[in-house]
């Protein structure tokens, strides 16, 4: 790789602009693939942050190095595997080869690593794993609805937590058969402590009332 030449690219364009060119451009998506090994951390995360860009805009550009997301998972690096995660999500999407139904207990099993953060992307994650996934949909909602009882490092965390997956079960209730047990999870937290999840569960149950 030229790191000088996606180093000037990365400080010279907008994300966005670049995240356009590699999904054109070939020889840039894998100096962007090749920068996630860079001992430079700007370009090593700068070029993990295009590459999600592009998962997220054009899903098919990346799903044939699928893979290469999958083995950074492995990484030491927190935000490296955190971009991975985002981005195997993405790719969930266009994932003809179900590789991801393979990497559903690992995907996961990051819930238990006790990181608010690294439980925050699975969670996250989820609505468009679900709706990507429709028969995933019901062990999908059975690991989320544990986020009551993992271990985190705090309350807090904890209650941060479950606002996100609030969040993430409006996506694909309405395609779920656990919708009682979704229903009985939000209500539990009309209670919760914290205002900002305790509005999540009120709209939450708004909206199941309008419908």
């Not at 370009?43 to 799903?63: C, D, H, Q, W």
């Not at 999500?89 to 590789?99: G, Y």
Request: net charge positive; aromatic share 8%.
């Amino acid at each position: 790789m030229r790191e000088s030449n996606i180093s000037n690219k990365l400080r010279e364009k907008e994300d966005e602009e670049l995240a356009e060119e590699a999904i054109k451009d070939k020889e840039l998506l894998h100096e962007l693939l090749d920068g996630i090994s860079s001992p430079n951390p700007k370009i090593r995360f700068g070029s993990a942050k295009i590459l999600r860009i592009v998962s997220e805009r054009n899903p098919k550009t990346l799903y044939s190095h699928l893979e290469f997301f999958i083995n950074l998972l492995d990484s030491e690096n927190s935000i490296l595997r955190w971009n991975a995660m985002d981005i195997i999500a993405n790719l969930t999407v266009v994932d003809s080869q179900n590789k991801f139904n393979e990497l559903f207990k690992k995907f996961y099993g990051y819930l238990y690593e006790g990181s608010l953060i690294t439980a925050g992307h699975v969670v996250d994650n989820s609505g468009r794993i679900a709706l990507a996934k429709p028969k995933l949909q019901d062990k999908i909602s059975k690991e989320i609805l544990k986020v009551e009882t993992i271990s985190l490092p705090t309350e807090e965390c904890r209650n941060i937590l479950i606002g996100k997956s609030i969040e993430a079960f409006a996506v694909f209730y309405d395609k779920t058969k656990d919708k009682d047990e979704i229903v009985s999870f939000v209500k539990r937290q009309l209670k919760n402590p914290r205002k900002a999840t305790k509005a999540k569960a009120e709209r939450f149950l708004r909206r199941l009332e309008k419908s």
